[in-house]
Nanobody
């Protein structure tokens, strides 16, 4: 299984970015995580295989939206109202299980990460 995350970049505070993660192979539950310098990797959002269930970290609720396309091969993270504290490397991950997980240890496959930088 290969995951390819892309769409990061530099944006001013209040701006928007959309991250994409293309997954080869079968359909998985998917999650987005992020890791800032000197900090642990933290959960951002997750979506079920069908796309019918989503779950968000409190600090992104109302600003970020996770979704997936009809073929369920690409997962998106629409990020609006970005803040400087959102600056991090963002990773997508795939979980072979049916549940939505917030613990990164529950995910089986990881993409390479894409840098998001929000300037103040």
């Amino acid at each position: 299984v290969q995951l390819q995350a892309y769409g990061g970049g530099l944006v001013h505070a209040g701006g928007s970015l959309r991250l994409s993660c293309a997954a080869s192979g079968r359909t998985f539950s998917m999650g987005w995580f992020r890791q800032a310098p000197g900090k642990e990797r933290e959960f951002v959002a997750a979506i079920s295989r069908s796309g019918g269930l989503t779950y968000y970290a409190d600090f992104v609720k109302g600003r970020f939206t996770i979704s997936r396309d009809n073929a369920n091969t690409t997962v998106y993270l629409q990020m609006n109202s970005l803040k400087p504290e959102d600056t991090a490397v963002y990773y997508c991950a795939a979980d072979r299980g049916p549940n939505l997980r917030v613990d990164p240890r529950g995910y089986d496959y990881w993409g390479q990460g894409t840098q998001v930088t929000v300037s103040s």
